[in-house]
């Protein structure tokens, strides 16, 4: 039942903790979701956390928000990769921060349990205990048992994949010029993507961009010695998009030379080898793999509701829904690693569909799922998820891009890559990363692009180990 505005019922969750006290909130993850969550609740509860009344923790393995859309741009040189981190601590004053990993979650017992992130290995073990908890710790990669793929292929969802990708591209540009052995040569100027996502389209457009630039600089290539493969299981690209749009990105792909297999999976990379379905293998020393996302592995080790995706079932409301179809109490989620319902997406087998693991569902969803819990703490109505359009976008290159606004309209080129622009500096959180992004920009159209790799930097210790070699 929904009352003349279209708002759920109000449903009563007991909240105020028997214990006395605060109302502990916990928000596990600081993604999308639960930065944007945290964000909203400080503004609704603001008298409240001032008080006592509430307290909100959030547990996040990194300290800092990454801002994903632009991780093409970090890949290519066009925005420095500090920009595009946010720090959570000084983003939510109001909220304790926790820089830890949650190991288990029992929602029944009202604990979680997390370990302080250390890289020297070092494992201790805390009990969190809380009130209400929001789960949104995102997704991971969805990889496939391809042989190959875990020793050679490159993921692409942090900042560091991103700029490790960039210094990879550059120095196989630096082998190749060097070697003298064709194969080899060859072989590093193969570059491999799978999955033709937002993800992956944008991150493989814009490093052939800046690889295309770079080749200029070396007397014995040329930028039509690089060639640039995007394999894709589905009989399209950028699903997210309608027809028309994607084929237009499919045929500015293949201008650029692009070789782009629809339909087509791959079956090893064994040995850099790449070899897939369509019966075609060669060898290539780059291989990025982009192929959707799957919800955390951690809500695999807990009690809470989830679909047989991994998913925690959710209500319009964004409260978690039980076998029973009711609301769980205390319990919300939101993202990538929820399973929302999609009132505005056609039904798959008789059920209705749940929404796309976008980071414009999750911010969207994030936002709602704070106002419906400061909403439950007053027994005030709940309002259902209802989204917006989609407007999405990516970047193909400098001054290239293919976008969808909010009204249904579609761009491409130049107006659609400022729109891409715009669009994602208003999505940054901080107003200090705004400018600091923007500034990039304008420097960089005054001033070529730099195509100098820092490999180095991955490996610090390095060159001092081996001033202990005789």
């Not at 600081?30 to 009344?53: F, P």
């Not at 509430?54 to 990769?81: C, F, K, M, N």
């Not at 052995?181 to 491999?192: G, I, K, S």
């Amino acid at each position: 039942m929904e009352d003349a505005a279209g708002r759920a019922p109000a449903v009563h969750h007991a909240l105020t903790p028997e214990r006395g006290g605060p109302i502990r909130i916990l928000i596990v993850g600081g993604g999308c979701a639960g930065t944007a969550t945290a964000l909203r609740l400080q503004q609704l509860l603001k008298a409240e956390l001032r008080d006592g009344r509430t307290e909100i923790t959030l547990v996040e393995p990194r300290p800092y928000l990454t801002y994903q859309p632009l991780l093409a741009e970090v890949a290519a040189g066009s925005v420095d990769p500090r920009h595009v981190v946010v720090p959570l601590r000084r983003l939510l004053p109001e909220c304790r921060v926790l820089t830890a990993r949650v190991v288990r979650i029992e929602h029944a017992e009202r604990r979680v349990t997390l370990t302080p992130v250390d890289r020297d290995g070092a494992v201790e073990l805390t009990e969190l205990p809380y009130d209400v908890l929001v789960v949104a710790p995102g997704s991971v990669s969805r990889t496939a048992p391809v042989p190959g793929l875990a020793e050679h292929g490159l993921g692409f969802a942090t900042v560091g994949e991103a700029v490790a990708l960039r210094n990879h591209v550059l120095e196989q540009l630096d082998l190749a010029s060097t070697t003298r052995d064709p194969e080899l040569r060859q072989a590093a100027l193969t570059f491999v993507f799978v999955g033709a996502g937002y993800a992956g389209v944008g991150a493989l457009a814009e490093l052939e961009d800046m690889a295309r630039y770079a080749a200029k600089g070396y007397h014995n290539l040329q930028p039509e010695d690089l060639r640039w493969v995007l394999v894709e299981a589905r009989d399209r690209i950028l699903p997210e998009e309608p027809p028309e749009l994607a084929d237009h990105t499919l045929a500015e792909l293949r201008e650029r030379s692009i070789d782009v297999r629809l339909s087509t999976t791959l079956e090893s990379a064994a040995d850099r080898r790449m070899a897939l379905s369509d019966g075609s293998c060669f060898a290539a020393r780059t291989l990025v793999w982009t192929a959707g996302v799957r919800p955390a592995p951690l809500l695999r080790d807990s009690d809470l509701p989830l679909d047989r995706h991994g998913r925690v079932r959710c209500l319009p409301t964004l409260q978690a829904a039980g076998p029973d179809g009711v609301a769980v109490t205390g319990l919300w989620s939101a993202g990538d690693c929820a399973a929302v319902p999609d009132p505005t997406a056609p039904e798959r087998l008789g059920h209705p569909a749940d929404c796309a693991p976008n980071a414009q569902h999750a911010v969207a969803q994030a936002t709602l799922l704070a106002e419906n819990l400061a909403a439950a703490l007053t027994d005030r109505p709940l309002t259902p998820y209802q989204p917006g359009r989609l407007s999405c976008s990516t970047s193909l290159g400098l001054r290239r891009a293919v976008a969808h606004t909010s009204r249904g309209g579609r761009l491409t080129g130049r107006r659609a890559w400022w729109l891409h622009r715009a669009r994602h500096l208003r999505g940054l959180p901080s107003r200090e990363r705004r400018i600091r992004v923007l500034t990039g920009w304008l420097l960089g159209g005054l001033f070529h692009r730099e195509v100098v790799s820092l490999g180095a930097v991955e490996h610090p210790r390095s060159e001092f180990q081996a001033g202990f070699k005789p």
